[in-house]
Each structure stands twice: as C-alpha cells, then as structure tokens.
C-alpha cells in the first residue's frame, strides 16, 4: 500500500513539473513573439548629423532588443545617392532633396533644424558678420582681416567639399554658389573644425550641432547661434536635417520601426539634446 502511494505522489510530481516547464516555454515563446522585429538598420550621408543620429541610434538599439544601427558619414549626395543605389535604407542629408531629386524617386523628411555656425580661432578678435561681409570673404573681394577686425593677416578659407550638405546650406544662404575661393575643402564637419582651431587666420563654417570650445561661432548681424535662435529664426544661417527614403518603397520591418522613432515625440527630447531643434 505504501508503495502505491509512492508511486502516485512521484507520477504526480513528475506531471506538475511538465505542466511548469510547458508554461515556462509558452512564456518565452510570447515573449519573443512580442519583440518580433528584428534586422539592421543601415543609414548613410550627412557627417553634420553624425550627433544627432547617433544619439537617436543609441536610444532605438536600447529600446528594441534584436536591432541595430549602423550609420556610414559619407556626406549628404553620397548618402543621396546610396539610397538612389539601394545600398541604405535611409539616407541622411543636411540640405533639401533638389528637384531633379525628388524626379528621380526620393522623398525627404524633416527631422530637425540646424544653424550653420561661421567660425574662426578663438584668437581672432572678430566680434560679427553680416551676409555681404561673409560673401565678401569667401568670394575673396576681402582677403585680409585688417579689413575687418582689426588684426592683420591673409584669410583662410576653409570649406567643405563638392555635394556636402553644409556647403549648400551655407552657398544659397550667402549667395556664393560656385563662386567661393577656397584654400581647403574637407570632407567633414570634425576636419573643418580641426583646421580652424588650429590656424589663427582661418575662417570656415560647421554644423551648430557639432560646434566646440576649440573655435569661436561669430554671431551674424548681431545675433549668436543657438539653438533657441534657430528656433526662433533670428539666425538665419541655418538649414534641415532631412531623412531620405525612396518614393513608394517599403522600408524593412526594423527600417520602418526606426524612421517612425525619429519622427516620434519620444525622440524630441534626445534630437534637442543633441543640440539642433526638432522639427515634428
């Protein structure tokens, strides 16, 4: 009798354990279920919007568990180009999509707006431009800083490189499309930085985003770069950060999730802190 009862307390005990694992399983199966978007994100262009995304990139790979990010700083008509070529899902372009673009079967979405910062050493005693005074610059009717602060010494104009984003921002805003006598043209926003901060007569422009204490922003017709004067519109020099996708083509599962992230109030807060000003 005793053995009996054994039997049945083990067979019980054995089925009570099945019945646990079994939920256990069902458990880890919802679970996965729940979080079923999974794959790589893949984003190209804009060096300018390298703080910016990144910080959006960080934020979407903590939030969604089996996704990630990677982000190529090529410049914006190469990241253009890389979502024409499919060879992205989404392009990242510190300037309008032109006409011929959108012809083409790009579409743009405004992400954020971003001041073109005029910068020079912080050794140069200049304390303000105009637009005419920066046309006059860098399409070198003045090539001497006595002409304008007051110091002596040849000009230095740094810029960026043909199809870059910042450049046509900062060539439309000041009227000198094609017409600036650069010295060097670089290939990213940390390059134009570096240079300028290390030569006293430089003079040069760089995303407000990506702006340190290694160079000084002059202010342009009195008003200082910020982002609560971008947002306000007294800095004029300023241009959008624009998310490129192609017209009529479904992004991936984890493409879609994360352009719908970017443009999400949940992301206001991160595109801010990343200095530039949301535009959604």
């Known amino acids: 009798m005793r053995m009996k009862k054994l039997i ?9 354990v099945n019945l646990l694992a079994g939920c256990g399983a069902g458990s880890v199966q919802g679970a996965a279920a729940g979080n079923s978007v999974q794959g790589t994100v893949s984003t190209d262009g804009s060096t300018s919007m390298e703080k910016v995304i990144g910080a959006l990139g960080e934020a979407f790979e903590q939030n969604n568990g089996g996704m990630s990010f990677t982000y190529n700083p090529t410049g914006s008509g190469t990241g ?26 790009l579409t743009e979405t405004v992400l954020a707006y971003d001041g073109i910062a005029v910068i020079v050493n912080p050794e140069n005693p200049v304390t303000d431009f105009d637009i005419e005074t920066i046309a006059k610059i860098y399409t070198g009717e003045i090539t001497d800083w006595k002409d304008i602060s ?25 009227g000198t499309q094609d017409i600036c006598k650069y010295r060097q043209e ?8 570096a240079t300028v901060a290390g030569n ?10 990506s702006v340190s204490d290694s160079v000084k922003a002059v202010p342009v017709n009195g008003v200082s770069p910020s982002e609560e004067t971008v947002k306000d519109g007294s800095y004029i020099v300023q241009r959008s ?5 192609k017209s009529g083509q479904q992004l991936s599962d984890a493409a879609q999730k994360f352009f719908d992230y970017c443009i999400s109030a949940d992301a206001q807060t991160i595109i801010s802190g990343a200095g530039v000003v949301p535009a959604n």
Not at 186 to 193: C, K, R, W
């Open 150 to 174: 007051g110091s002596t010494g040849e000009i230095v104009l740094v810029g960026r490189e043909a199809g870059s984003g910042t450049r046509d921002g900062f060539e439309t805003i000041t």
């Open 80 to 105: 253009i180009q890389a979502v024409m070529e499919g060879r992205c899902d989404i392009g990242l372009s510190s300037r309008s999509l032109k006409d011929e673009e959108k012809a083409q079967g």
């Open 186 to 193: 670089l290939t990213s926003t940390g390059d134009v930085i």
């Open 200 to 209: 006293p007569n430089a003079i040069g422009y760089a995303s407000l985003a």
């Open 8 to 16: 049945g307390v083990l067979t019980v005990a054995v089925l009570s």
């Open 241 to 245: 950060f624009v998310l490129v996708t």
